[in-house]
């Protein structure tokens, strides 16, 4: 089974700072998709990044980017110019790809991210 | 982009009744959606798999009587709660991938915080 794990429960970062948000995963498979989505107060779920797993290079989505280490099964997320609306809490997710098939993802536990003015 | 409605946001309910909510989408056709669970600070647990004009699939652990998933359609699930308890409160979010892309993004709806008094 996957699993994500996220080590980090709560973060806080300066604004207009840097920060990196952890996350690992342990799969067997070899063809998968990995997020990050952003859940801020309303609790709408929001994608903020995608990655798949056969492409090296790292996603990037204007301030956000990741760090894609397949090997290690490592996707940390960073943010760039941090902003106040990026105070949210933060989900590594995990979707097995079956070529046409729709999937389930996997949630990690989340990270509280708080950017403090 | 792809919308996903869910109905209601908000409900609250007496101990003993059912309460049903609604997960449409709204531009786009799926044949798959898929019910999570939220619990406070907590991470977003999948619930069931919800297949258009077929059984649900649901996660180890869920009862499949207490939490009922209708398909009817490539536009709308519905998941009810029957015989509501306490315990039972916590945040539905429902997500629907569409019909004929990649499969690899999931909009979510705006989420039902349910109530059991």
């Known amino acids: 089974a996957q699993t994500v794990t996220q080590s980090q429960p709560e973060m806080s970062v300066q604004e207009a700072e840097t920060v990196t948000l952890s996350c690992t995963y342990d799969t067997s498979e070899n063809n998968y998709y990995l997020f990050w989505y952003k859940q801020p107060p309303s609790r709408q779920m929001i994608l903020v990044i995608r990655?798949?797993?056969?492409?090296?290079q790292n996603a990037t989505e204007n301030r956000f980017s990741v760090n894609f280490q397949k090997a290690a099964k490592s996707f940390s997320l960073k943010i760039s110019d941090s902003q106040l609306g990026d105070t949210a809490m933060y989900f590594c997710?995990?979707?097995?790809?079956?070529?046409?098939?729709?999937?389930?993802?996997?949630f990690g536990t989340g990270t509280l991210l708080a950017v403090q003015p | 982009g792809a919308v996903v409605s869910q109905h209601p946001s908000r409900v609250i309910c007496k101990s003993g009744t059912s309460v049903k909510i609604e997960c449409r989408s709204l531009d786009f056709q799926a044949t798959t959606m898929f019910w999570y669970r939220q619990f406070p600070k907590q991470s977003l647990m999948l619930m069931a798999t919800?297949?258009?004009?077929?059984?649900?699939?649901?996660e180890q652990g869920v009862e499949k009587d207490k939490f009922l998933i209708n398909h009817a359609s490539l536009t709308l699930s519905t998941l009810t709660v029957t015989s509501a308890h306490p315990e039972d409160s916590s945040f539905y979010i429902c997500?629907?991938?569409?019909?004929?892309?990649?499969?690899?993004?999931?909009?979510f709806g705006q989420g039902t915080r349910l109530t059991v008094v």
């Open positions: 997500s629907a991938p569409p019909q004929g892309r990649r499969n690899t993004e999931a909009f």
């Open positions: 919800s297949n258009e004009g077929s059984k649900a699939t649901y």
């Open positions: 997710a995990f979707m097995n790809y079956y070529g046409g098939a729709t999937n389930k993802l996997i």
């Open positions: 990655q798949e797993a056969y492409k090296q």
